[in-house]
């Protein structure tokens, strides 16, 4: 079965700061791994994928996010955050087949003037 | 712009009433799946539909039902509505049902029931 962590469900950073986001997967096949933004009221835009290619992805925003196969993550950073980051950041999982994504529970980031 | 829409927006239900909500997938994709997103948590996996077929479900009782039409756009009916049931419904669309396709999520349609 496929399933995903996120530790800390808030987390605050102060603008220029580095944002980081936990994402441990579980997973007996590596899997497709997936890191989604929804702001308020809003639905879910993808920021980055890892498909196999590559370890290290960069997304859109200035996010990228390393696949550790050995530590189970796909952590999320940025090096320095702005006040438009501000928002709910979800981590997901897909199959190898199937196309059927599970969620983490969310991590909301909170950046401080 | 991911080119998902949802219909409606907003829905306001009693319990033990039925509604049904409605999705237009992105130009091109074939595949839909459906998302509950209950307030503060991630989105859960309802199902799926791909070429009009569902390809997979998650834990939702019978209840939960959907379909999908040729032009795949796509419906998602829940009968006997619980409290429980209030939650946001996100729609998403794929191009194929590999697993590393991105799937490209509508707005949602946040539904109360009370």
């Known amino acids: ?113 | 712009e991911t080119g998902v829409t949802q219909s409606p927006t907003h829905l306001i239900k009693t319990r033990g009433q039925q509604v049904t909500l409605r999705c237009s997938s992105q130009s091109g994709h074939n595949t839909v799946s459906w998302y509950q997103q209950a307030l503060g948590q991630g989105p859960q996996f309802i199902f799926q539909y791909y070429r009009e077929e569902e390809n997979g479900r998650g834990n939702f009782p019978p209840r939960f039902s959907g379909l999908q039409f040729p032009n795949y756009s796509s419906e998602l009916n829940v009968n006997a509505l619980e409290l429980d049931d209030s939650a946001l419904y996100l729609c998403a669309s794929s191009s194929n049902l590999a697993g590393q396709e991105t799937q490209y999520f509508g707005p949602g349609t946040r539904l109360l029931v009370l």
Not at chain 1, 8 to 18: D, N, P, Q, R
Not at chain 1, 34 to 47: A, E, H, K, R, T
Not at chain 1, 78 to 96: G, I, N, Q, R
Request: neutral net charge; glycine residues 8%.
């Open chain 1, 1 to 113: 079965a496929q399933s995903v962590t996120q530790l800390g469900s808030h987390v605050s950073v102060s603008e220029g700061a580095l944002v980081l986001l936990r994402c441990n997967y579980s997973s007996s096949v590596p899997p497709y791994l997936f890191w989604y933004v929804q702001y308020p009221n809003q639905g879910l835009q993808l920021l980055l994928k890892y498909t196999s290619a590559a370890t290290l992805v960069k997304g859109i925003n200035g996010f990228e996010a390393e696949f550790k196969k050995s530590e189970t993550s796909f952590h999320l950073t940025k090096p320095s955050a702005h006040m438009s980051d501000a928002a709910e950041y979800f981590c997901a999982v897909s199959p190898l087949t199937g196309n059927q994504f599970y969620f983490g529970t969310g991590t909301s980031l909170t950046v401080i003037p």
